[in-house]
Each structure stands twice: as structure tokens, then as C-alpha cells.
Nanobody
């Protein structure tokens, strides 16, 4: 069973950048669809980005052109590069994994806090 651990969160000023990492233990992430989600206080968790291969990515409209999801060539780590951060990006960010045949993400990390100050 794969386990996911996020890191890289923190406090940043509006307009700044952060890179989140999601490391796998237990097995390689190769073959999994990897996603990033976020949950702001008082709001439901929402989709941010997902990737299967380097050419197969999709993003929420709210982060398109500012965030980039990628994975290392060894298949063990997934990244979320976040640029031009806004206060409304403040949330706990979660990494998740699923196989291509599954409809829902079933493996989740514990989350990492991102706070963007104005």
C-alpha cells in the first residue's frame, strides 16, 4: 500500500512562490494518477491539479497558468510549483493517488498548510 507524505508548505507573501512535494513510501508512484487538492477553513476540499504523465495534466481554472504539477523520473515524488500566490490560495494542500481505473482518489497524504499573506 502506498503512503503519501506532503512537505513544502509555509507562509509566503502574496505574489510569492512555493513548491510542494509529495513523497511516496511503500511503492513507486509510477502508474498512478496523482492529484493535489486543497481545503480552506470553512470550505469543502477542492481539486487543484492532477497528472498521469508529463503530457497528461489538468488544472482547476483558479490556478491555471500559476501552478504546475510534475513528477520526478523515478516515480517517487510529485511536485506542485505554485507561483503568483494569492491570499485565496491559503489552505491545507493534500496529495492523493489513484489508479487509472478507479473513479476516486483513494490514497491521501496528511496535508501541508499554505498561508499567503496580503
Amino acid at each position: 500500500q502506498v503512503q503519501l507524505v506532503e512537505s513544502g508548505g509555509g507562509l509566503v507573501q502574496a505574489g510569492g512562490s512555493l513548491r510542494l512535494s509529495c513523497a511516496a513510501s511503500g511503492r513507486s508512484l509510477s502508474g498512478f494518477v496523482m492529484g493535489w487538492f486543497r481545503q480552506a477553513p470553512g470550505k469543502e476540499r477542492e481539486f487543484v491539479a492532477a497528472t498521469y504523465t508529463a503530457s497528461s495534466t489538468n488544472y482547476a481554472d483558479s490556478v491555471k497558468d500559476r501552478f504546475a504539477i510534475s513528477r520526478d523520473k523515478y516515480g517517487n515524488t510529485v511536485y506542485l510549483q505554485m507561483n503568483s500566490l494569492k491570499p485565496e490560495d491559503t489552505a491545507v494542500y493534500y496529495c492523493a493517488a489513484k489508479t487509472r481505473s478507479e473513479t476516486a482518489f483513494r490514497v491521501w497524504g496528511q496535508g501541508t498548510q499554505v498561508t499567503v499573506s496580503s
